[in-house]
T-cell receptor, first 116, second 114 residues
Framework: GAVVSQHPSRVICKSGTSVKIECRSL??????MFWYRQFPKQSLMLMAT?????????EQGVEKDKFLINHASLTLSTLTVTSAHPEDSSFYIC????????????FGPGTRLTVT | DAKTTQPTSMDCAEGRAANLPCNHS???????VYWYRQIHSQGPQYIIH???NNETNEMASLIITEDRKSSTLILPHATLRDTAVYYC???????????????FGSGTRLQVQP
């Protein structure tokens, strides 16, 4: 149980375009989802926390207008990287935290974004 | 959450036990020790957690010192598939954290050698 999926697993886009990444909790309801970013040979850095039905909370230094997060249902959160640039190329990982027996954080497999 | 210190990297021979240490000298009484690992280009995977007693599951054992200032994750028979970055994280119970995310340090890069 407690499976989190991400789609797509990898994406290549041109500079200036937008990319949407989906995060789904497959067998539990996720009241809170987290988005992390990981650059090569670095650790995971938290970008934002989203709670179902409310606005996301962004970490310091993360532009909320560039990284749009939507958590419209208890099983789906999306991260849209708007006007992507090569420096946005990274590994994006989501995790989901449930309620009622699934308070732990469960991680998705990650999405590799390459901006050319 | 309490700060943790882990060695940057470790090697282990395949089939031998891998012992990964973690120091958390400022741990509070209500904080747990969690271990996750991240295999290259994958999301983190939960391994085990404990409060003060030693814990064992199908993946690993967790040994916590009596003063709780350090712990050791033991992979009893390491395989090549155990090559990964291992993160030791100290935090209060997720039921008590409200909606705070896990914070990752640098971790230990374990290389299992054939």
């Amino acid at each position: 149980g407690a499976v989190v999926s991400q789609h797509p697993s990898r994406v290549i886009c041109k500079s200036g375009t937008s990319v949407k990444i989906e995060c789904r909790s497959l067998d539990f309801q996720a009241t809170t989802m987290f988005w992390y970013r990981q650059f090569p040979k670095q650790s995971l850095m938290l970008m934002a926390t989203s709670n179902e039905g409310s606005k996301a909370t962004y970490e310091q230094g993360v532009e909320k207008d560039k990284f749009l997060i939507n958590h419209a249902s208890l099983t789906l959160s999306t991260l849209t990287v708007t006007s992507a640039h090569p420096e946005d190329s990274s590994f994006y990982i989501c995790s989901a935290r449930g309620s009622r027996d699934t308070y732990e954080q469960y991680f998705g497999p990650g999405t590799r974004l390459t901006v050319t | 959450d309490a700060k943790t210190t882990q060695p940057t990297s470790m090697d282990c021979a395949e089939g031998r036990a891998a012992n990964l240490p973690c120091n958390h000298s400022t741990i509070s009484g209500n904080e747990y020790v969690y271990w996750y690992r991240q295999i290259h280009s994958q999301g983190p995977q939960y391994i085990i957690h404990g409060l003060k007693n030693n814990e064992t599951n199908e993946m690993a054992s967790l040994i916590i010192t009596e003063d709780r200032k350090s712990s050791t994750l033991i992979l009893p028979h390491a395989t090549l598939r155990d090559t990964a970055v291992y993160y030791c994280i100290v935090r209060v119970s997720p039921m008590d954290t409200g909606r705070r995310a896990l914070t990752f340090g640098s971790g230990t890069r374990l290389q299992v050698q054939p």
